[in-house]
């Protein structure tokens, strides 16, 4: 009995593994809800969409992004954080979607 029970978690901890390392590509589509991977953006972004992001993770996210001097952040009717920032030496407009999408503009 002892034995079949080691046995079963076993197999049970090899399959949790397994699944722990597998990463789903990232989605093309736009209407799906989240990005697989937190390093690549949807193609199709900015995404709109309702928006969980607080104007605090929205900014630190951009910033994280490599935007500096991030100002004016207001999220629009789309659901979309848009800001005033510099990147590269350039003043650009930048977008945060739902799916966590940062792209200038």
């Known amino acids: 009995m002892k034995n079949m029970i080691l046995a079963a978690a076993l197999v049970g901890a090899s399959a949790l593994t397994a699944v722990a390392q597998t990463t ?6 736009a209407g799906t809800p989240a990005v697989a991977t937190p390093n690549t953006n949807n193609p199709a972004a900015p995404v709109a969409g309702a928006n969980s992001f607080t104007e605090a993770q929205a900014k630190d ?3 994280k992004a490599g935007f500096i001097e991030v100002k004016d952040l207001k999220k629009d009717d789309n659901g979309i954080w848009m800001a005033a920032g510099m990147k590269d030496g350039k003043a650009v407009m930048v977008a945060l979607d739902y799916q966590g999408n940062v792209v200038a503009k």
């Open 61 to 63: 996210r951009i910033e």
């Open 24 to 29: 789903p590509a990232p989605s093309t589509d």
